[in-house]
């Protein structure tokens, strides 16, 4: 996904956590986010090296 969709989603959690007044949900929600992203990121990373070394 490109990030100006991970801005788009950041936007709208945080108009709701500020409408809902939870406003530390939002916090952890992106910490939460940006940590499995990167363990994607990495994981991606992996299956390519293992690809190409089979290939």
Known sequence: MNTWLYSIYAVIL???????KEIVTFVM???ILLS???IHS???KIHKE?????H
């Open 42 to 44: 990495t994981l991606k």
């Open 36 to 38: 499995l992203h990167n």
């Open 50 to 54: 293992i690809n190409d070394k089979n």
């Open 14 to 20: 945080a108009i709701v956590s500020f409408f809902t």
């Open 29 to 31: 929600l992106g910490f």
